[in-house]
């Protein structure tokens, strides 16, 4: 298929010269490799090359289109959400802390359905996978257990591994280049199960806007695609964080301020993680009360979003007294022990 158009020495050519393709191009493209059509150093040039441009949403949309051509199925209620961070900031790659993994937690513990779509590690010190199978819960399930999980629990995760196969081909290359790529975007972009609540986070403005314009294609009933203070994939708590809001077939940005919430600013180094194991750790005190302070406060505010995201509650305050409610009265141990239990 890529044939037609002009085949890989072409295409490069024409972004090494700072062309933009068409989305039938960059999904032909993908498809080929997606096949294990394509050797190594066709996909890192391929990487690297879209990297330097810059990626356009059109051939994001090409690329997201081959991705869910390809991926297993997977039923999920329709109100579920998707909570997640594209990674890529400096500090995920020094000390990540799995904020959007946490954060579901509370949020199905609160009263959302959420199903992550997550990976391992690729350019952070600890992807969402990582961290689960640190936590001792099941990384490893089938499409129909995941689906089995969340209609039971409104809680279940979607390994990306798992649901695309066909990423076998591109991740060794992926993780070898050890740099944020295009795939990072992809993955929030494609669900498995199609969920049309999204709470995204990526680095910077142009890429929110770029996602959003994405899910709004793809018939998003709710997102937010978030950029937080310095460039973090989350909402922070160290400064305002920039919200394209998709709703009711608009675009609508706007800036979230903590201060408005009545939390505080909080320093860089507060909100560290680190390992799995030491996510983990930090998990369970935020999850038990026992932690208190900048990290709480952003697992909290991030799971608030998702609340609204999910039209469990109005506003972000609502969304805060619900989250923090939730580790309170022990919902969120609770949700826990019970997955725990089921292994």
Known sequence: MLEKFGGWSTILSELCSGQNLTAEKTEALLS??????????????????????????????????????????????????????????????????????????????????????????????????????????????????????????????????????????????????????VFNILGPLSHPGRVSRHLIGTVDNVLARQMAEVLLAQGAKRA???????????????????????KDGFIKEWVLDPLTLGLSLHSSESIKGGTPEENVQIAKRIFSGEEQGARREMVLLNAAAGLVVADVVEDLSKGLEKAALSIEDGSVMKLINSMQEHL
């Not at 600890?126 to 640190?134: K, N, R, T, W």
């Not at 689906?147 to 995760?157: E, G, P, V």
């Open 224 to 246: 937010w695609v978030v950029v937080g203070d310095g460039g973090l994939d989350e909402i922070a708590v160290t400064g305002s964080s920039n919200v394209m809001e998709v």
């Open 32 to 181: 080929e490799i997606l096949s294990g059509e394509a050797d190594a150093s066709q996909i890192a040039a391929f990487l690297i090359a879209i990297k330097i441009k810059g990626e356009t949403t059109e051939e994001i949309t090409g690329l997201v289109n081959a991705m869910l051509k390809v991926s297993q199925p997977l039923s999920v209620p329709v109100n579920a959400i998707d909570i997640v961070g594209t990674g890529g900031s400096i500090q995920r790659r020094e000390a990540a802390l799995n904020v959007s993994t946490m954060a579901s937690f509370i949020a199905a513990a609160a009263g959302a359905v959420v199903c992550k779509h997550g990976n391992r590690k690729a350019s952070s010190t600890s992807g969402s996978f990582d961290f689960l199978e640190a936590f001792g819960l099941p990384v490893e399930q089938t499409p129909d257990e995941v689906s089995d999980q969340i209609h039971k629990k409104n809680l279940a995760f979607a390994f990306a591994k798992t649901f695309h196969p066909a990423m076998r081909f591109a991740g060794p290359v992926r993780a070898a280049l050890g740099i944020p790529t």
